[in-house]
């Protein structure tokens, strides 16, 4: 893979609250390469959306970060000022949010809301701003980008405020784009032709992604390499062929079995048993293992290290140890890796 | 913009609708008011009497001296008053309406803009000290009646320090500073308590995050994104505030001896004056129409989402 651009280092992130400590993200290291997407995948409260922030240094009041490194053009986010962390937000690394509809300034035109990061990072004046502004329109597909420039957010639909959004997000060309499940509050068609628009995006800028998302759907249409993570940790990570068809972790087994496909022969829809862990209190030893049909005993006393499996895929689970008791894999799970080896082996042959 | 101004033409029938309304009540409840506009009465004979009623035509039938008053109104005429000397109603009041004009539209102007800025730092420095010290000015500037500032002001800033006159109308705008900072106290309070509930609620809301994500220092955030959105719902209570502010104000102008429309008010109440009643009431009411008028144009300013009529401006 090509070049580092992000590296995350044991990353630890925690919110003081009412109730106690909560450990949101406990130990998340990956990296980002240039140019690729990578999708952090995993359930409400996994820890994928606090783990984006801390990135942006965008964490609430009541949020610290413990421990750990971000490094970026070869220097700690954590370490810089808020000052200077100013000048790298919407410049270098730009942030899209989930709620389209709540993320615009309703009593700002979108022209001037566009325009804003272009003054405020290039320097630029106003008029030059807003005609980097309607270049930006033009990119994001927004027809009639003159006129519309001067509209306010409320005479958009949602599908256009997001690719607004998206547009103010790419305003200053930023190295790493964080899209913070930038698809989740749309339906179906328009989450299509946000994700068509971004990956054509990515294409023509050459920004590296990160895709928070906890749409499979979503992540098999974009990502270059998922992580997936679970109660703050990230359990197995890989490209998007290894995860979806020769997943390694128990967990990555269930969400892939909780999606429905179209040659499901199951009569109910498979649903990962128990609820995720209580981050006030985390377990001991590997957190999924309550849930874990295939836990072993010793998940119950010591954390998993990664295990490598590739050279780009690595998972967080006893079952790859070598003393590790042989499992028989889901059904479905195991049915994947054939179709995908077949399915490797007709594309060969069409080709040989 | 032919939306707007159909939008303004529509409301300016409605408040006249509403003057008419209002005079009409005034002018029968008035009627009922114990007593009559004659200070000495008790020494007027009967026959002294008959000839003043006839004088000033209070012998002829409700109705008819209604439709005589309002005829009249219609021309700008608004009688002569029976308190002070035959003046006409219109000409006392033209020249006392500019101090009471001047003070409210100073504390008016003072009082919210500080209160924007106070209320604005409590929310930007949410739970801390700042915030406590703004919470507690807002509560005491809330509880403690106008008057009372009043007099401390007075005692403090003319008494001891001599800074500013002590009352009367006769030194320009010195003798207007200490009724306006009196005046100006309750709206203060007020816009404070408002504009940090609302800010609070705007600085967590996601396009100020997203606004953060741009990279935009916390101030600019506040006053860019955050101070609008938040102003709102103060446009709101602008009407009510001003309604206080008038009323208030009668107590204020009688403690500084300013020649204004609240002392007059209050002593034409007292002498059945009914021609200086109906004038002031028409004036407060017309003055309350506008504001609401104004505050409803402020609104779409404000809000392009409630633009009147669809208009652009």
Wanted: aromatic share 8%; hydrophobic share 45%.
């Amino acid at each position: 893979m090509g070049e580092k651009i992000l590296e995350i280092n044991d990353l630890h992130v925690s919110f003081q609250t009412f109730a106690g400590r909560v450990q949101a993200v406990r130990g998340v290291s990956l990296t980002l390469n240039k140019g690729e997407t990578l999708a952090l995948v995993g359930e409400s409260g996994s820890g994928k959306s606090v783990t984006c922030r801390s990135i942006m240094r965008l964490l609430s009041k009541n949020a610290s970060i413990d421990s750990g490194k971000i490094i970026f053009n070869g220097e700690d986010l954590l370490s810089k000022t808020d000052k200077e962390m100013q000048h790298i937000r919407g410049k270098d690394i730009a942030m899209v949010f989930q709620d389209p509809m709540t993320s615009l300034n309703p009593t700002m035109t979108v022209g001037k809301q566009v325009a804003e990061p272009i003054i405020l990072h290039q320097k630029l004046s106003k008029s030059e701003a807003m005609k980097k502004a309607l270049e930006l329109f033009r990119l994001v597909d927004i027809p009639e980008p003159e006129k519309r420039l001067k509209y306010y957010p409320h005479q958009f639909s949602g599908g256009q405020r997001q690719r607004i959004v998206i547009a103010i997000a790419l305003a200053c060309n930023p190295k790493i784009l964080i899209a913070d499940e930038p698809t989740t509050a749309l339906d179906v068609t328009i989450k299509a032709e946000i994700l068509d628009l971004m990956k054509s995006i990515q294409k023509k800028v050459s920004t590296s992604i990160i895709f928070v998302t906890h749409d499979l759907g979503v992540v098999a249409n974009i990502a270059n390499r998922v992580a997936v993570m679970y109660g703050g940790k990230i359990v197995e990570i890989g490209t998007v062929d290894e995860i979806f068809y020769n997943p390694k972790h128990p967990y990555t087994w269930g969400l892939l079995r909780s999606v429905p496909t179209l040659d499901d022969r199951e009569d109910s829809l498979y649903a990962i048993p128990g609820s995720p862990p209580d981050l006030l209190d985390p377990p001991k030893g590997d957190v999924f293992a309550q849930r874990n049909q295939y836990a072993l005993n010793v998940d119950a006393y010591y954390e998993p290290p990664m295990f490598k499996v590739s050279q780009t895929h690595y998972a967080s689970t006893w079952l790859l140890d070598p003393r590790a008791p042989k499992i028989k894999i889901p059904q479905s799970i195991a049915a994947r890796w054939q179709y995908f080896k077949s399915k490797k082996q007709s594309f060969k042959d069409k080709r040989g | 913009m032919s939306g707007f101004f159909r939008f303004i033409l529509k409301r300016i029938v409605y408040m006249l609708i509403t003057l008419l309304l209002i005079s009409s009540c005034t002018f029968l409840l008035m009627n009922f008011l114990p007593g009559s506009p004659y200070g000495n009465e008790e020494k007027l004979t009967n026959k002294q009497r008959e000839v003043m009623n006839e004088r000033y035509g209070l012998n002829k039938p409700l109705g008819e001296r209604y439709i005589i008053y309002m005829s009249g109104m219609l021309k700008g005429d608004f009688g002569i008053s029976l308190q002070f000397g035959d003046q006409p109603v219109r000409s006392i009041l033209s020249k006392r309406i500019g101090p009471s004009l001047q003070l409210g539209i100073q504390a008016m102007i003072l009082g919210t803009s500080v209160g924007i800025i106070l209320g604005m730092i409590a929310a930007m420095f949410q739970n801390s000290f700042i915030d406590a010290i703004v919470s507690l000015i807002a509560i005491i500037g809330r509880s403690v009646p106008n008057f009372v500032f009043a007099v401390l002001l007075q005692l403090l800033f003319a008494v001891y320090l001599k800074l500013f006159p002590i009352a009367l109308w006769d030194k320009g705008f010195l003798s207007t500073v200490l009724p306006t900072v009196a005046l100006s106290v309750s709206p203060m309070a007020d816009s404070a308590r408002f504009i940090r509930t609302e800010m609070i609620e705007v600085l967590n809301s996601d396009y100020i995050e997203l606004a953060r994500a741009k990279g935009m220092s916390e101030w600019r955030v506040a006053f860019k994104h955050g101070l609008r959105n938040a102003l709102i719902p103060l446009i709101t209570i602008l009407g009510p505030m001003s309604v206080s502010l008038m009323t208030g104000s009668l107590v204020v102008e009688n403690i500084f001896a300013i020649p204004g429309i609240g002392e007059q008010f209050v002593k034409s109440i007292m002498t059945n004056d009914y021609s200086t009643i109906m004038a002031v009431t028409m004036l407060y009411s017309t003055m309350l129409v506008t504001i609401i008028l104004f505050v409803d144009i402020l609104y779409g300013i404000v809000d392009p989402r409630i633009r009147v009529g669809g208009g652009e401006y």
